[in-house]
């Protein structure tokens, strides 16, 4: 199995549900991330690319590698911060 994301990763849960509301109302996800992110990928507008399981933190794949695509999840808290995820692509 294989997944895209991108994601935004932020310090509070708070932040985190404000970015989403947010995007929610219409912001574009790449733009909030490039703005927020304290990830590397927020350069990229959040994207990581190509993965598999256990190749992110597990409270990540758990998200990543069973809730819906193309929808936002998060907050979701890793030893990180808090992340906003989209999964783009999933395959098995």
Do not use: W, Y
């Amino acid at each position: 199995m294989k997944a895209s994301a991108r994601h935004i990763l932020v310090d509070t849960k708070k932040e985190c549900e404000n970015l989403k509301n947010q995007i929610e109302n219409g912001a574009d996800f790449s733009e909030i991330a490039r703005k927020h992110s304290q990830c590397p990928s927020g350069k990229t507008g959040g994207a990581l690319g190509e993965f598999e399981p256990g190749q992110m933190v597990e409270e990540f794949d758990e998200v990543v590698f069973s809730a819906e695509v193309g929808k936002v999840h998060g907050p979701v808290q890793t030893q990180f911060g808090f992340h906003l995820i989209q999964i783009t692509k999933r395959s098995e």
